[in-house]
T-cell receptor
């Protein structure tokens, strides 16, 4: 079952902050965050693992609430380059298959 | 990081024909995945292709329609068989690194 992302779209001015949420009905092993620009491949931003481990870009922060199976991506002091569609990808269970189920995406537009 | 190339980058095919998409990685990887993405939509996992084993297909995808080969640790192919207009989509391969996944640039397929 596809994780639910919110909001569907957000428009920011440069320097403003945004939070993107991802919620799953399944017990999660990990949550991945990707950004995709139009016509390009998705690019890895961060992974949050069950147990608290995180790996990702220094300027990106995120949280993972294991009890609620929810994750949030925090974009602070947004830049024009942050524009794109953000997807969360979830891996459920403990299979280690690394196969991801992606949310519907959040379209972010940063304006000057 | 892994650099992934796909061929062809785009194609227009007639209904009832088949197309084979190639995915080449610049390093040896165990886990490789094939996704489908309708323009403006999320990514949907088709199958997991690990070298030395049969591909694992997700619900709604079958081997007869999407046969996959994985002859070595740097290469895989996905065939879209007996195509219909509903198969028009972007097909992406991805590989799993230690934590993240890297995506290829995608193959944009249009079926007429």
């Amino acid at each position: 079952q596809q994780p639910v992302q919110s909001p569907q779209a957000v428009i920011l001015r440069e320097g403003e902050d945004a939070v993107i949420n991802c919620s799953s009905s399944k017990a999660l092993y990990s949550v991945h965050w990707y950004r995709q620009k139009h016509g390009e491949a998705p690019v890895f931003l961060m992974i949050l693992l069950k147990g608290g481990e995180q790996k990702g870009h220094e300027k990106i922060s995120a949280s993972f609430n294991e009890k609620k199976q929810q994750s949030s991506l925090y974009l602070t002091a947004s830049q024009l380059s942050y524009s794109g569609t953000y997807f969360c990808g979830t891996e459920s269970g403990n299979t280690g298959r690394r196969a991801l189920t992606f949310g519907s995406g959040t379209r972010l537009q940063v304006q000057p | 990081s892994a650099v992934i190339s796909q061929k062809p980058s785009r194609d227009i095919c007639q209904r009832g024909t088949s197309l084979t998409i190639q995915c080449q990685v610049d390093s040896q990887v165990t886990m490789m995945f094939w996704y489908r993405q309708q323009p403006g939509q999320s990514l949907t996992l088709i199958a997991t292709a690990n070298q030395g084993s049969e591909a694992t297909y997700e619900s709604g995808f079958v081997i007869d329609k999407f046969p996959i080969s994985r002859p070595n640790l740097t290469f895989s192919t996905l065939t879209v068989s007996n195509m219909s207009p509903e198969d028009s989509s972007i097909y992406l391969c991805s590989v799993a690194a230690e934590y993240e996944q890297y995506f290829g640039p995608g193959t944009r397929l249009t079926v007429t």
